[in-house]
């Protein structure tokens, strides 16, 4: 077995979305390289509804899938295939834009004007990204949750993990999407098959992703801010990119640690990207803004 050793880690930044919405992005419109098959990461936690009460209000999305994982509030949602509903504490929605969607997606705060969540972009191979659109709300209740005797906890929300497999199916780049605990002081690996690219995002807690025995230095980046993050002790709104290997190293410190771990087979295909729509030419990208202009933009 080989630990992954942590390329780069970095803090999210604030960003502007919707109409509105203040969040955090952890990473997108950029390095598509290195997390391929993943376009995007926004983190939407906030405590002032004010900040994201404008929502997202109707849009379109095309060649791409979005991922909304809820953790606490709600986000109500319909599209233009006739679907409307919430999303609740712990529900997910996996939605495969393909050829074309209109949507919105409303957050309400709960009782304490908490907004907890993520919304994850993966891309479409070349093959699919005119496929038929599709939508798969999974509610809390059906995602599989795995406990080990040292008490770590994983929700599995996409892929197989430790024998389980997670609710959302049909997935191009079959990618891996888990809410991970680990206990205070726990140390334990976590397998991630070699030919994936995979990052962590820790949301509650603090702990180190770095293999005990493994000297080096981790690498660290800035991103619009003059503090590097810490190497040592990795906490909140912190992503961690991993180098290659078969498994994760995490050492969780005194509060435990809570983070997604995603990863997926990267599609090597070109990237053109604008707004909310992903091709691989600008060609491509052209004739999809020609046909949201004309009215032509969602098939049948
Ligand atoms: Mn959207």
């Not at 393909?98 to 994850?120: T, V, Y």
């Not at 389980?164 to 205070?184: C, N, Q």
């Not at 002790?233 to 180098?243: I, Q």
């Amino acid at each position: 077995m080989s630990i992954r050793p942590v390329r780069h880690q970095t803090q999210s930044e604030p960003a502007i979305e919707g109409a509105g919405v203040r969040l955090r992005r952890a990473f997108g419109f950029g390095k598509t390289d290195e997390f391929d098959p993943f376009l995007l990461l926004d983190d939407f936690r906030n405590e002032n509804p004010v900040d994201y009460f404008a929502g997202f209000p109707w849009h379109p999305h095309r060649g791409i899938e979005t991922i909304t994982y809820v953790l606490a509030g709600s986000v109500a949602h319909g599209d233009s295939l006739g679907n409307s509903g919430t999303l609740g504490a712990g529900d997910v929605q996996w939605m495969t834009a393909g050829s074309g969607i209109l949507h919105q997606e409303m957050p309400q705060g709960d009782a304490r004007g908490r907004m907890h969540g993520f919304q994850l972009w993966a891309n479409l191979p070349r093959s699919l990204k005119m496929t038929a659109p599709r939508y798969q709300d999974v509610p809390s209740a059906e995602i599989p949750e795995v406990t080990e005797d040292d008490g770590t906890k994983v929700r599995i929300i996409c892929g197989e993990f430790w024998g389980k497999k997670g609710p959302v199916d049909g997935i191009a780049t079959d990618p891996r999407y888990l809410d991970v605990f680990v206990p205070p002081g726990v140390s334990r690996t976590l397998p991630v098959e070699t030919d994936r690219h995979a990052f962590a995002y820790v949301f509650e807690g603090e702990g180190s992703f770095r293999d005990a025995s493994d000297p080096r230095p981790v690498a660290t980046e800035r991103i619009g801010s003059d503090r590097d993050a810490d190497v040592d002790l990795t906490g909140n709104r912190s992503l961690v990119l991993f180098g290659n290997g078969d498994e994760v190293a995490i050492r969780a410190g005194d509060e435990g640690i809570r983070f997604l771990l995603v990863s997926g087979r990267p599609l090597k295909e070109p990237v053109a990207w604008q707004g909310p729509i992903v091709m691989n030419t600008r060609e491509e990208l052209a004739q999809a803004y020609a046909e949201l202009r004309d009215g032509s933009f969602i098939r049948g």
